[in-house]
C-alpha cells in the first residue's frame, strides 16, 4: 500500500463532526476497577443503524485521550464525510489501572499481557450494549457472532497487546492493524529475540482459537527510521515461513514508510491510509 501523506484539507476542522463520549465500566477480574473509555460517534449516528467498531489502543504511557487529538478526530470526521470511510464507532480504552501507577516498560508489558480478557469481558460489553452495533447480544455468543464487524490496532504498547487479541481474541474481532510494535509473548523485543518461536505461535493460535486462514486479516504497519522497526520486522519475516496460514498479500499485509518515525504523526498518516480498507469497501 502507497502511504500517502494526510491531505492538508483532511486536517482541517470537519463542517459535519462526529462526537465523543465517555462509557463507564467496573473490570470483573476481581480487581473492581471503575475505568472508562472514549466512544467516537460519526455524524449522523443513527440508532437504526448497525455500525463496525474499531478498538484503538495508545502506546506507553498514554491514556484513552492520546488518539483523540484534534487531529485524529479531523481525520475521521473527513475520511467518513468524502465517502472514503464507511461510519465507524471508534473505541479508545486503556490497559493501565485508574489512579497513579507505574506505566514504565515493564509494567505496561504486564497490563496489556492481561488485557484482551478485559476487552472481551468488559470493555466490548460495555461499548455494544450502550452503542448500536452489528452485536445482537453482548455475550460471548454475541460478540463472537459479530466478529466480522469488529477491529482493533494500537501503537507501539498499543500494537503489542493489537497481538495478544490476535493470540486470544480472534472470537471478537477480524480485523487487526498491529503498528510499529512486536509481540512480546515471550519477553520484550520478543519479535527479534524470538522470531520463529512467536511466529509459531501466532500461527498455532489460529487454529487453536476454532479459526482458520480466511477468518482474519492483519495489516501492519512501521516506518524504516522507527525504533520498533527492527523487532516488528523480523516478527513479520518468521511469520512468512508460516504460509498455510499467513498469507502476504492476502490475509496480511506488512508495509514499511521510507523513514518513518515513532510518533502519533505518523501513526496517524497510517490509519488514514489503513482504515478505509478496513471499513469501507465491504460496506460500499
Known sequence: MNLYPIPAACLERCPRPGRVERVDYVTTDGLDDRKHALVYLPHGYDESCPYDVFYLIHGGGGDQTSFFSDTFLAVLDNLIDRGQLAPLIVVSPTYYRPGPVDKGIGASGEAVALFARELKADIIPAVESRFRTHAASTDAAGIRASRDHRGIGGFSMGSVTTWYAFLEALDAFRWFMPLSGDCWLFGRLGGSLHAEETARALADAVAKQGF??????????????????????????????????????????????????????DIFRYLYNALPAFFHSRQA
Not at 527492527?230 to 492476502?250: H, L, T, W
Open 212 to 265: 482458520a486462514p480466511e477468518d482474519f486479516r492483519v495489516h501492519a504497519i512501521t516506518g524504516t527510521k522507527d525504533i520498533a522497526c527492527p523487532n516488528e520486522s523480523a516478527q513479520i519475516d518468521a511469520m512468512r515461513r508460516f504460509p498455510e496460514v499467513f498469507r502476504f498479500g492476502g490475509n496480511i499485509d506488512y508495509d514499511l514508510l521510507e523513514d518513518g518515525v515513532h510518533d502519533y504523526a
